[in-house]
């Protein structure tokens, strides 16, 4: 039996959220959502997503640590991880992450979100 593939959004935008969660959800994702990525740490130990799509301005920190630990996270866990804009410190992104640049366009994320997750 196949299930569906979980997707958890993390953006501050609460649109932004949704019109993530409305186009991936049409193509049968189920899909989990935090405004920030302490909560989205917490969701992935929780319901173990298939793939994490991050907003790396959600992270309205400083220091960038949350965005460190969920990318660790992340790595740690196998998830694979797509970052919509910049990373803020300087390092390749690892084999599990994907780096999208804003501004973005639905089409081609999506086309890469159905990509990594059939690769999974």
């Known amino acids: 039996m196949n299930t569906a593939p979980s997707v958890l959004i993390v953006d501050a935008s609460r649109e932004s959220r949704e019109v993530l969660r409305v186009l991936l959800e049409r193509r049968g994702a189920t899909t989990l959502e935090a405004e920030r990525p302490e909560d989205a740490i917490r969701i992935t130990r929780e319901h173990h997503p298939d793939l994490i799509v991050f907003d790396a301005e959600s ?3 400083a220091s960038g640590e949350p965005t460190d630990h969920l990318r660790e996270f992340a790595v740690d866990s196998d998830t ?3 970052i919509l804009g910049k990373v803020r410190h ?4 690892s084999a599990a992450e994907e780096i999208v640049a804003k501004p973005y366009h639905y089409g081609p994320l999506i086309r890469k979100i159905n990509s ?5």
């Open 90 to 93: 300087f390092c390749s992104p």
């Open 116 to 120: 990594l997750l059939a690769a999974a």
């Open 80 to 82: 694979p991880i797509v």
């Open 59 to 61: 992270d309205q920190t």
